[in-house]
């Protein structure tokens, strides 16, 4: 059973064009952390939200924590080509040792 | 700093080899994780070192042996592979293995080819 469910699984658009990817669970995370990851790399953090309703921006990319802390969205605008990748939103358990990484959504953006 | 480094970034090895994956941190973090990830999947836990003890092991089976020598340095030792374990590993730490930011940081990995 997979704890995180992130959709689309997989999304190409044009350049210029602005997307949204979901992150979403029934548990209830401590923090959640958003990272991308290009091919035969290992994963880069984008961003750790921790608060319920919290809202970061990163540039042209926003990322939001539900009020509940059980889900969260990233949003890009104006996508660029070098922001291909394979986004994966990952999320700790209060009193779990490890991180439950999300299922993942393959980003192609086409110049 | 928020590096972690690994290496070697690439490791080709035969089914009776005995080889060694080394991870390593000065970020004075004390927990550190080992990951397998396959194509197009996102990473899979395997272990976790909490203060230089093991503290988790996802049911990896025991041709994989980790080891944290100290709280910088995290080695997974590799005996009688099989091509299945073919994957690239993944070495991660955060300040500590439970905790409301529990952020993880990784290492670029060793892609793992085993013949």
């Known amino acids: 059973t997979q704890l995180l469910e992130q959709s689309p ?3 190409s658009i ?7 990817v979901y992150c979403n669970s029934s548990s209830v995370f401590s923090s959640l952390q958003w990272y991308r990851q290009e091919p035969g790399e290992g994963p880069v ?25 059980k889900d969260s969205s990233l949003h890009i605008t104006a996508a660029q080509p ?13 009193g779990a040792n490890n991180l439950f990484f999300g299922t993942g959504t393959r980003l192609t953006v086409i110049p | 700093d928020t590096e972690v480094t690994q290496t070697p970034k690439h490791l080709v090895m035969g089914m009776t080899n005995k080889k060694s994956l080394k991870c390593e941190q000065h970020m004075g973090h004390r927990a550190m994780y080992w990951y397998k990830q396959k194509a197009k999947k996102p990473p899979e836990l ?10 988790i092991n996802e049911s990896v089976p025991s041709r994989f042996s980790p080891e944290c ?9 590799l005996h009688a592979l099989q091509p299945e374990d073919s994957a690239l590993y993944l070495c991660a730490s955060s300040q500590v293995a439970a905790g409301r930011e529990e952020t993880q940081y990784f290492g670029p990995g060793t892609r793992l080819l085993v013949l």
């Open chain 1, 14 to 20: 044009q350049e210029g064009e602005n997307l949204t």
């Open chain 1, 82 to 94: 070098g922001d291909t990748g394979l986004y994966l939103c990952a999320g700790a358990l209060r």
């Open chain 1, 45 to 69: 953090l984008l961003v750790t939200v921790v608060t319920g309703g919290e809202v970061k921006k990163l540039k042209r990319l926003t990322f939001q924590f539900g009020d509940a802390r």
């Open chain 2, 69 to 77: 020598p100290n709280s910088s340095l995290l080695n997974l030792h």
């Open chain 2, 46 to 55: 395997m272990f976790v070192y909490s203060y230089e003890k093991l503290s």
């Open chain 1, 9 to 11: 699984q997989f999304l």
